[in-house]
Nanobody, 127 residues
Framework: QVQLVESGGGLVQAGGSLRLSCAAS????????MGWFRQAPGKERDFVAA????????YYADSVKGRFTISRDNDKNTVYLQMNSLKPEDTAVYYC????????????????????WGQGTQVTVSS
């Protein structure tokens, strides 16, 4: 069983930055592909970013490309989402997700591919 705990959310003005963290309680963190998703009120959960087990492969939603950066520290069992140039439309609950994969370059882009989820952290961007 993998437990994921997100932190770092909060209220920020448009144009500001936040860094989300997701700590995983698992021994073999470097065998998991990790992802970030977000869900705004009344909307579906959307993909934001994903990273392969070693961090060498990343992918972003078009809406955040160039503004957000996903990274991971396998020594700390933690994945990060650096969010810059935040916009009001980035307001949502952000969720971290994990999936045990076979290859170090594997990446997961859809929510149904992930087996483990965190409880979410609220990000609110004011205009």
């Amino acid at each position: 069983q993998v437990q994921l705990v997100e932190s770092g959310g909060g209220l920020v003005q448009a144009g500001g930055s936040l860094r989300l963290s997701c700590a995983a309680s698992v021994r073999t963190f470097n065998n998991y592909a990790m992802g970030w998703f977000r869900q705004a009120p009344g909307k579906e959960r959307d993909f934001v970013a994903a990273v392969s087990p070693t961090g060498g492969n990343t992918y972003y939603a078009d809406s955040v490309k160039g503004r957000f950066t996903i990274s991971r520290d396998n020594d700390k069992n933690t994945v990060y989402l650096q969010m810059n140039s935040l916009k009001p439309e980035d307001t949502a609950v952000y969720y971290c997700a994990a999936d045990l994969v076979r290859f170090r370059w594997d990446i997961r882009l859809t929510s149904d591919e992930y087996d483990y989820w965190g409880q979410g952290t609220q990000v609110t961007v004011s205009s």
